[in-house]
């Protein structure tokens, strides 16, 4: 950005006023109404380090090559703006309406430079109607102005937007990738809040915030598998999130790290090629060849299969979403290899549970016969002694049967 955005002092700026409302948080331990002022809209900016945005931007700058923050002001709006927009069309036509109809109804929260910690939505919304209609009514954004010294806090900063972003209708539009995401770049990349801050800030568990944690580093793992390294945005475009969370899962059944590092190039493949349907349910049935005998067999021949997919990622420099999906997604014979691979083990080990079943069903049967209170038959009346004991017969007689099949065999 240039120069323009970094000299604004909204609370010392004559344009901007008080208005007779509040708004009350949370901030540094103290939680009172603050006052919201008008703002105008061209004194603003979008936060680039915003959880929702940043993955937006990443496609940006994926595709351009350079730092958005080296657009010039409005151009650098203008772009954030659009990627918003796209991002989820119908919460921002709904939001729209809203306000083009009764106004802003919430505050949001800004820093004393400008730039928006709470409120991206509402101020899109405002942006644009301000462009169509040119009224007075849509040229101000109301908002609370931060103290000046808060803008060197990153860690409140960050504590802030989670406590307001993940409450009312913004917590809508959270993609769950860029959910994951924010967590990967706040707790593990940059290190601003540890997993316990973060999980109070948004009414989540802990537990609950380190198993966000590491499906966000199976998206980050994949995307360095890839060749896309920090492309969040095709996890995004790809809607990997019910993938990852199979091969979350999964990952927590392997103990040891080299079955894990074969696992998962079957996984993060078959993830990229989605060889049919609905490509969890392709991690499903992995998952049960992973934990087979024939995990090794499986494994080799997915290796030369796969080889064309190698290839592909090999002779391109810029993975993208469009190339995986006009590329990579398109090669039917890739897919139906790899559908059929997956589709042969998946058989194998539906006939082995088949014949295994026999003996499950023993087991239950002998520890059934074990539970039964000996002592209590001697106890039982006539009747129940005689119903006891056509039970006992008809157990008898298919024992029998069993027994002659056994012989059979033997």
């Known amino acids: 950005m240039s120069s323009g955005f970094q000299n604004i002092n909204l609370k010392e700026d004559t344009r901007v006023d008080v208005s007779e409302i ?3 948080f949370s901030l540094r331990g103290q939680t009172m109404p603050r006052p919201v002022y008008r703002i105008p809209l061209n004194l603003l900016h979008y936060n680039n380090k915003n959880g929702r945005i940043a993955t937006l931007i990443s496609k940006w700058e994926s595709e351009n090559g350079y730092s958005i923050t080296e657009l010039e002001d409005e151009q650098y709006n203008e ?18 309406k809203s306000i083009k109809s009764i106004s ?11 730039c928006i910690i709470d ?17 007075p009514e849509f040229a101000y954004f109301e908002a609370v102005i931060l103290d000046p010294e808060i803008s060197s806090d990153e860690k409140e900063i960050k504590r802030l937007e989670l406590e307001l972003q993940h409450g009312q209708d913004e917590k809508v539009s959270y993609n769950p990738i860029e959910a994951l995401i924010d967590v990967y770049k706040t707790c593990e990349e940059e290190k601003i809040l540890t997993t316990k ?3 109070d800030n948004i009414g989540k568990s802990e537990s609950a915030v380190k198993k966000d944690l590491e499906q966000a580093k199976i998206i980050v793992d994949f995307l360095d598998y890839i060749g896309a390294t920090g492309k969040y945005y095709i996890a995004v475009d790809l809607q990997l999130d019910a993938s990852v969370f199979e091969i979350y899962n999964i990952k927590q059944k392997i103990a040891d790290e080299e079955t894990w590092e074969k696992a998962k190039i079957v996984l993060y493949e078959n993830m990229l090629v989605k060889p049919k349907g609905d490509v969890k349910f392709v991690m499903r049935d992995i998952k049960s060849i992973v934990n087979s005998e024939y995990f090794d067999d499986y494994y080799n021949e997915h290796l030369r299969i796969a080889k064309p997919l190698e290839e592909a990622l090999k002779n ?7 190339y995986i999906i006009n590329d990579i997604r398109s090669n039917d014979t890739l897919k139906k290899n790899m559908a059929d691979n997956v589709d042969e083990y998946s058989a194998k080990i539906s ?28 106890y039982m009346s006539t009747d129940d002694k ?3 004991k056509e039970a006992f017969n008809d157990v008898k007689k298919k024992v029998e049967e069993i027994e002659r099949v056994l012989n059979e065999v033997n």
């Open 316 to 322: 391109n420099n810029d993975i993208d979403s469009a």
């Open 386 to 388: 005689n119903n006891f």
């Open 197 to 199: 801050e973060y999980a």
């Open 22 to 24: 509040t708004k009350k």
């Open 119 to 135: 409120g991206n939505r509402r101020y899109t919304c405002l942006r644009r109607l301000y462009e169509e209609t040119s009224s």
């Open 104 to 114: 802003q109804r919430e505050a949001g929260v800004v820093l004393n430079d400008g």
């Open 79 to 96: 772009t954030i703006e659009s990627y918003i927009i796209k991002s989820n069309k119908p919460a921002f036509e709904k939001t729209m």
């Open 351 to 378: 006939i082995e549970n088949i014949k295994k079943l026999p003996i499950e069903k023993m087991n239950d049967i002998a520890e059934s016969l074990s539970k039964i209170d000996q002592e209590a038959i001697t």
